[in-house]
């Protein structure tokens, strides 16, 4: 029953990804007095991707062809690791948190190289930019994650969550501090505004389209569907690791719906966090990050610094 | 008539001694065959060892050391037949090196400790040996390393046969530099330590020396041999403060000594600078980067892959064995010299353009990373946690071993597209993935590796690194426990830098189009040899990288011999699972991360893959926004790739930039031209090295002042010395 779960439970999280990019911009068109597409229009987008012809670079070399299906599977490995609807799945030990980010940048390198493969200048722009921006976030966001591990000892997920949970009384100061950090990377490692506008393609300002300019058909599907699968990576983080109630401990069947409804809730909520902060921010210059995410890193440090001087105690 | 006989005979005895040369020549011509038939040898007598138990280690850990001298002897000859050098000498390092892996390996392994004397050197002091389980492990790592460049060696010198330079000199200073860093190793007195180390330090000055047709290069040797010499002065003071506390010059002498912590800490400063000097710790590094590039590329795989763990080798018997107990503030001065190396070091290599020279300023982040693995451990050892401690020296220990790998990968890789293309700027290659397909990916695998990336081999070590540092709540001191999680931010901070340099390296030599015309004509290295060493690390790189639950627990002896005690959650791992502290604090299985990616692969491959169709792509022009009209030029340069970090990191480089604006010239019908130049020095030049510098061309200026030029002077001179010295010895 566990293992069947624990496959069932990752194919459902890929499933929805889309879903929950969807809802973001269904939400935001509402929030900016624009008429909407439906929540499913990137089921919609994907399936056109997948059947439409793929058209390739002759200079392409296999770097490209294979990058699409490496972002992918390793999308697909971190989604099985985070725990989704319930935790401890018999997978979440497979990795911990550090080798979550140890994925992402996997993921981060082959995207990279696939945008200076065919030999235009805005692939390497774009892989340039993504890297700047990826080396000031990695440390900031394992500064967040390290004070969480700080005081559950612990850098398994699941195994922070389950700590959490059976200490429900205990309040923690610096899971403020670590949890807004958190949110302020997963803005820029999920590319959105202010540090970069998925909806962009001017030439000038975009990251993340400028390195899948080249990119048509079923790799550009395989891609889209990846970095949904990551927002939705960070979203799902961003709740069950600060906000775990209502996670499903047990495999019974109202567990697990109270578990799906949870998740549904907070993902809901985190939506409109994100969707207000889109509507009211504008996109930063580029140079500007790197301050955005120094303040991440500093919020981190300082809730470490929080945890070890108030919360343990000497 | 008799003449005429004798000078048929000997004329017939000639031509058949050529012809068993030339036999002799074709039999052992092919060096693949003939290590492979040298590992079959030593996996038989490595059955032996098994049988008769685990002394032989030290047979082979010695007999590697004859077959390296033995290969300097044979290349003496190497200027009149090249052969000797290609073939033979490389060939005998390549067993040198076989025998090392399994010496090394059994001490290991059985955790030996055999101590021996060797009748050399002054009459009333032999010279001593030991192989222990510390010396063994960098003794496999040498071993390993040299296997790899004993075959890639022999195909790259051919380069060097057609020019004026000597193989005699490349081939004898080779053979004497391996055999000085294994006698390093195997050295259990400060005085056979020192001698080995000098002849490792000299021994490769005439390497980096080699290709001495530029100042550039003459320059950079001497500026490595200065700087090895000063190291050397420092780890004699280190070794002389230990050895007023003991009695006499052996090691087992020395780790009997009790030293007062203020000399204890005076010893462990001098030893720190010394081999802080070679591994190229940062302020120390000024002669890396200069002196790594300029080698032949094979004796830069070994000087950054092998020589540099040398020096950690060193460092870690001087704190860890001989001064024996250790304090935090110690650990707490390694471990920020080792973050600053880290992320110094990477942002440096950032901005190089050369691709040996950028590889050898990662030599120095990595460094940095071992070292805070090291400083980690002396943290936790000298605060009661002896079991954290052993942690940490498995991290450095591990990620010494990784560094070895691809590090040699890299710098072998470098030499075969050196080899092929002529080139060595990067911004002048290109596309190189296309015409040189099998070095592309073994160099792919080496990127990722040392970029930290699942689920090679270099993110393991980074991430006991990582773990090590997460145990900081154990510690009581509360300024301890704030300092180590930063540290742990700023390993992250130079992973995701050093994935920013290899994206680069990797995008501007390998992908987009050839910048270049002889890099566009540029073709694979015919030389399967040439392929096979670098690949064969990479392979290593795989395995290290996803079975490394195993490996770690080979390397438990050491901690076991240094601090006495293994690793906390050892009982728990088994070989899937890694879990250096407990199964709840942390796990990660490797094998099913690799498993799962390639599932996850194979299905969306399979579900995806158009099926009836001809093609599945259409390839076209790139799109490229519609602009068109693409040329090589108009692609990202690693400058341009570089120019965030540049911008944001201003602080750390000393930046030249100029823009030159050159009007229009009508009478020569020339239009307006941009010329922008850039030139990124290193900041420590600056700030230490000239400073002292200067200061020391001061004092001689004042020290010349004595020198007057006349005999009669000197003489006076000469006479009061005596005078002085008859006279505090009669006192």
């Not at chain 1, 990058?67 to 990795?95: G, H, N």
């Not at chain 1, 990119?215 to 889209?224: K, M, P, Q, V």
């Not at chain 2, 090691?251 to 005076?266: D, G, N, Q």
């Amino acid at each position: 029953m566990t293992w069947l779960l624990n496959i069932l439970e990752p194919l459902l999280f890929i499933a929805a990804a889309p879903l929950f990019a969807g809802w973001i911009k269904w939400l935001k068109c509402l929030a900016q007095n624009r008429k909407p597409p439906m929540p499913w229009q990137p089921y919609r987008d994907l399936a056109k991707l997948f059947r439409k012809e793929t058209l390739v670079a002759e200079q392409a070399s296999w770097i490209f062809y294979t990058a699409p299906y490496i972002i992918f599977s390793v999308a697909v490995l971190a989604a099985t690791v985070v725990p989704f609807v319930s935790v401890d799945m018999p997978t979440a030990e497979i990795a911990d948190v550090i080798v979550l980010v140890g994925f992402f940048a996997l993921a981060r390198f082959f995207q990279a190289l696939a945008g200076m493969d065919i030999g235009t200048a805005f692939g390497g722009m774009g892989s340039s930019r993504e890297m700047t921006i990826a080396s000031f976030a990695e440390p900031a966001f394992l500064m967040a994650v390290f004070t969480l591990a700080v005081s559950a000892s612990t850098t398994n997920l699941s195994a922070a969550i389950e700590y959490h949970l059976a200490h429900p009384h205990l309040i923690h100061p610096s899971y403020v501090f670590a949890a807004l950090a958190l949110m302020l990377v997963a803005i820029a490692e999920s590319g959105r505004i202010p540090v970069d506008n998925p909806a962009t393609h001017l030439e000038l300002t975009m990251i993340h389209e400028a390195m899948i300019l080249e990119y048509s058909g079923r790799y550009l599907a395989l891609i889209e569907w990846a970095a949904q699968i990551r927002l939705m990576i960070y979203g799902v983080l961003l709740a069950n690791v600060f906000c775990p109630w209502g996670i499903a401990q047990d495999t019974g069947l109202s567990e697990l719906a109270v578990g799906v409804v949870a998740i549904a809730v907070k993902l809901a909520i985190l939506n409109m966090v994100l969707v207000a902060s889109e509507t009211v921010l504008a996109k930063m210059r580029l140079f500007r990050v790197a301050q955005y995410l120094g303040f991440a890193y500093f919020l981190g440090t300082l809730g470490m610094l929080i945890h070890i001087v108030v919360e343990v105690g000497t | 008539m008799l003449k005429n006989v004798v000078a048929r005979v000997s004329f017939e005895l000639s031509e058949q001694s050529q012809n068993a040369w030339r036999m002799a020549k074709a039999l052992a011509g092919n060096n693949i065959l003939s290590v492979g038939v040298a590992g079959l040898v030593t996996l038989i007598i490595t059955g032996y060892a098994v049988w008769t138990g685990a002394r032989v280690s030290m047979l082979l850990a010695v007999l590697s050391v004859v077959l390296a001298l033995a290969s300097s002897v044979v290349s003496i000859g190497a200027d009149r037949d090249p052969f000797l050098l290609r073939y033979t000498s490389f060939t005998l390092l390549g067993l040198a090196g076989v025998c090392g892996v399994c010496g090394g390996t059994i001490a290991v392994l059985a955790r030996v400790d055999i101590a021996g004397e060797f009748p050399l050197g002054l009459p009333w002091m032999a010279w001593h040996l030991r192989l222990d389980a510390l010396s063994g492990f960098f003794l496999a790592l040498i071993g390993v390393a040299l296997i790899a460049v004993s075959l890639f060696g022999p195909a790259y010198v051919r380069e060097y046969e057609n020019s004026r330079r000597s193989l005699a000199v490349l081939g004898i200073a080779t053979g004497l530099f391996i055999a000085g860093m294994e006698l390093v190793l195997l050295a259990d007195d400060a005085f056979f330590f020192m001698i080995a180390w000098e002849l490792m330090s000299v021994s490769s000055y005439f390497l980096v020396a080699y290709e001495h047709e530029q100042a550039a290069n003459r320059r950079a040797a001497f500026l490595y041999l200065l700087m090895a010499e000063a190291g050397a002065l420092f780890i004699i003071l280190a070794f002389g403060v230990l050895a007023g506390f003991s009695e006499g010059f052996t090691f087992s002498a020395m780790r009997e000594a009790t030293l007062t912590p203020m000399w204890a800490t005076i010893a462990f400063t001098l030893g720190l600078i010394g081999f802080g000097m070679k591994a190229g710790i940062m302020p120390l590094h000024a002669w890396l980067p200069e002196a790594h590039p300029v080698a032949p590329s094979h004796i830069s795989a070994l000087m950054s892959g092998v020589m540099l763990k040398v020096a950690i080798y060193g460092l870690i018997r001087f704190s860890f064995d001989l001064l024996g107990e250790l304090h935090w503030e110690w650990g707490i001065v390694v471990l920020i010299l080792g973050s600053a190396s880290a992320v110094l070091g990477v942002l440096y290599a950032l901005m190089q353009n050369n691709l040996k020279r950028l590889l050898a300023y990662s030599s120095v982040e990595n460094v940095g990373i071992i070292f805070m693995g090291l400083g980690l451990s002396m943290v936790f050892d000298s605060t009661g946690h002896p079991q954290l401690g052993a942690l940490g020296l498995v991290a450095a220990l591990y990620h010494a071993l990784n560094h070895a790998l691809f590090k040699s990968l890299l710098f072998l890789s470098a030499g075969t597209i050196l080899h092929q293309t002529h080139e060595g700027d990067c911004e002048r290659m290109g596309g190189l993935i296309h015409s040189m397909p099998k070095t592309a990916v073994i160099f792919l695998i080496g990127c990722l590796s040392l970029s930290a990336l699942p689920p090679f081999n270099g993110f393991v070590s980074e991430w006991l690194t990582f773990q090590t540092a997460l145990q900081a709540s154990a510690l009581k001191s509360g300024v301890l426990r704030s300092f180590v999680p930063v540290t742990a931010a700023m390993l992250a901070l130079t992973g995701g830098l050093a994935a920013a340099c290899f994206v680069k390296v990797y995008g501007v030599v390998f992908l987009g189009r050839p910048r270049s015309r002889h890099v566009r004509l540029a073709h694979e290295t015919p030389s399967k040899a040439m392929l096979a060493g670098p690949g064969f690390l990479a392979v290593l790189c795989l395995v290290f990288g996803v079975l490394p639950a195993p490996m770690i627990r080979l390397l438990e002896g050491i901690p076991i011999q240094l601090i006495g005690h293994s690793l906390p959650g050892a009982h728990a791992s088994s070989w899937l699972w890694l879990t250096p502290v407990s199964p709840e604090t942390a796990s990660y299985a490797a094998p099913l991360v690799l498993l799962a990616i390639l599932v996850a692969w194979v299905v969306s491959f399979e579900l995806l893959h158009p099926r009836g169709k001809e093609v599945s792509v259409r390839k076209g022009e790139p799109w490229d926004c519609g602009f068109g009209g693409l040329t090589p030029r108009m692609q990202y340069t690693g400058t341009a790739f570089a120019m965030p970090f540049r911008r944001l990191f201003a602080q750390a480089f000393d930046i030249q930039e100029k823009l030159e604006n050159h009007p229009p010239d009508l009478e020569n019908k020339r239009p307006r031209q941009f010329v922008y130049y850039l030139h990124i020095g290193d900041r420590f030049w600056r700030w230490l090295y000239e400073p002292i510098g200067n200061a020391i061309w001061r004092v001689s200026g004042q020290v010349a002042r004595i020198q007057t030029g006349h005999i009669r002077t000197y003489l006076s001179y000469s006479f009061l010395t005596l005078m002085f010295l008859l006279w505090v010895i009669s006192q």
